[in-house]
């Protein structure tokens, strides 16, 4: 149980183009739904918490218009990098907080963009 | 606010010796505890977790660890590690009603033969 999927696993775009991000919750309700950024040989470094039915509460430093999360059904959120740089060629991870009472998040397998 | 310090960045052991990974926290109270393990390229897969109760926690894949409030350390232990372990490892604290994990910088386990 407490399965996360992210698509797509990868994906390469060209500078100027967006890309949108999926992560799912399979087997669970997500009512909360967190987006990490992960350098190489780096940690993670949270980027928002989004809940569902409501805008996500981005961290500092993190762009809001940069990075939209929605998170529309309690099985769903999405990430879309707008305008995408090549400096936001990253490694970017979901998890999920499996409900009430529950701190434990479980995360996806995360998805590698690569913008050139 | 809570932090994780894990103070080794890489740590090499032999296939079949044990492993002893360290992270210590700051946070004023007990907070919630977790060890997970990241595969390159691939997401975070959890361990074990601490809420409360008993302070050696077993995990998955053979992995304990013990929280000591004393020290305020939650290390991971592998009595003998197998050569699939090589991985990076990530201590994470969380606190009560917050939700948001802080993660320490992680751990490089490498696995020689």
């Known amino acids: 149980g407490a399965v996360v999927s992210q698509h797509p696993s990868w994906v390469i775009c060209k500078s100027g183009t967006s890309v949108k991000i999926e992560c799912r919750s399979l087997?669970?309700?997500?009512?909360?739904m967190f987006w990490y950024r992960q350098f190489p040989k780096q940690s993670l470094m949270l980027m928002a918490t989004?809940?569902?039915?409501?805008?996500?509460?981005?961290e500092q430093g993190v762009e809001k218009d940069k990075f939209l999360i929605n998170h529309a059904s309690l099985t769903l959120s999405t990430l879309t990098v707008t305008s995408a740089h090549p400096e936001d060629s990253s490694f970017y991870i979901c998890?999920?907080?499996?409900?009430?009472?529950?701190?434990?998040?479980?995360f996806g397998p995360g998805t590698r963009l690569l913008v050139l | 606010a809570q932090s994780v310090t894990q103070p080794d960045i890489h740590i090499t052991v032999s296939e079949g010796a044990s492993l002893e990974l360290r992270c210590n926290y700051s946070?004023?109270?007990?907070?919630?505890l977790f060890w997970y393990v990241q595969s390159p390229g691939q997401g975070l897969q959890l361990l074990l977790k601490?809420?409360?109760?008993?302070?050696l926690v077993q995990g998955i894949k053979g992995f304990e660890a013990e929280f000591k409030r004393s020290q305020s350390s939650f290390n991971l232990r592998k009595p003998s590690v197998h050569w699939s372990d090589a991985a990076e490892y990530f201590c994470?604290?969380?606190?009560?009603?917050?939700?948001?994990?802080?993660f320490g910088a992680g751990t490089t386990v490498t696995v020689r033969a």
């Open positions: 946070y004023g109270a007990t907070p919630y």
């Open positions: 994470a604290v969380g606190v009560p009603n917050d939700y948001k994990l802080s």
């Open positions: 087997d669970f309700q997500a009512t909360t």
């Open positions: 989004s809940n569902e039915g409501s805008k996500a509460t981005y």
């Open positions: 998890s999920a907080r499996t409900g009430t009472g529950e701190e434990t998040q479980y």
């Open positions: 601490y809420f409360s109760g008993d302070t």
